[in-house]
């Protein structure tokens, strides 16, 4: 339940820090996934390996689903799921940067009941707990209460700027800006030094779960691009994008999207 494993998941993205930067990124041993899936590091896989037998042992009636894991259908027969992704910015950490992250959540009937972002080399720890509120190092945050789009700051890859994506042909008049990570995308928006994310890539569960709970616990809301709420554990686990922020600013791109 949520109150318990909130504690539990802390505890475990420690421990995961601790272990990602015993590894020196640029010197960590690197691959390439297949399918132009991405690079993997050793540091990647250690940190999965240790999250896996931390948070199964304590949980062992739990399913798992994680980047660094191969996937399979035994997740869905479980009520509840952790959802891991060990180092979100793998390649943000293999050039020697401080923007990755941990993210782990529990998902409950494909809702997401508990979560933590934590971002070891910036001592960014973001904490979640469905009806608990969402805090930043331990301090209460809150989403953005911008309501106008065009004085408006959102974290957004470089497609997301063609005219084609909106409802006018044109790129609204946003301040845009970017960074790797998805989880530090999301706790940079529940944190409301940014006033949205958007992106319109399918998106895996294991970069979003996590966040998107503490973006909905500091009072914002969080959709895929059509408006259609978030499920997770499902078994194609990638979402249909993703727009979040404050409520009225969440409202604002969705009217102006094409």
């Known amino acids: 339940m949520p109150a318990t494993d909130l504690p539990l998941l802390i505890d475990a993205v420690r421990m995961a820090g601790r272990v990602a930067t015993s590894f020196v990124g640029k010197s960590a041993k690197r691959w390439d996934k297949p399918d132009g899936a991405g690079p993997v590091t ?7 390996d240790l999250l896996q037998q931390v948070l199964l042992r304590s949980r062992p009636d739990y399913g798992w689903l ?9 997740r869905l027969g479980h009520d509840r799921v952790f959802i891991v992704d060990p180092i979100d910015g793998t390649r943000s950490f293999t050039e020697g940067a401080n923007t990755w ?11 997401v009941t508990a979560a933590v972002v934590y971002l070891p080399l910036r001592n960014l720890l973001y904490t979640a707990s469905r009806g608990g509120g969402a805090q930043l190092n331990g301090v209460p945050i809150m989403a953005s209460g911008n309501d106008t789009l065009s004085k408006s700051s959102i ?3 470089k497609p997301v700027m063609a005219g084609t994506v909106w409802r006018e ?7 845009p800006a970017y960074r790797p990570s998805l989880a530090y995308r999301l706790g940079l928006v529940a944190q409301a030094k940014f006033d949205a994310m958007l992106t319109l890539r399918p998106s ?14 500091a009072g914002g809301t969080v959709t895929n691009q059509r408006g259609a709420p978030l499920r997770f554990n499902s078994a194609d686990p990638r979402l249909d994008g993703v727009v979040a922020g404050g409520n009225a600013i ?4 969705m009217d102006a999207l094409a």
């Open 155 to 157: 974290l957004a890859a």
């Open 42 to 48: 050793e540091a990647d896989l250690a940190v999965n």
């Open 101 to 111: 992250a941990h993210a782990i959540a529990v998902a409950e009937h494909g809702e």
């Open 250 to 253: 969440h409202t604002a791109v």
């Open 169 to 175: 042909g044109v790129c609204p008049p946003f301040t």
């Open 66 to 74: 994680s980047e660094e894991t191969e996937d399979g259908t035994v």
């Open 204 to 217: 895996w569960e294991w970069d979003i779960a996590a966040g998107a709970l503490i973006v909905a616990e």
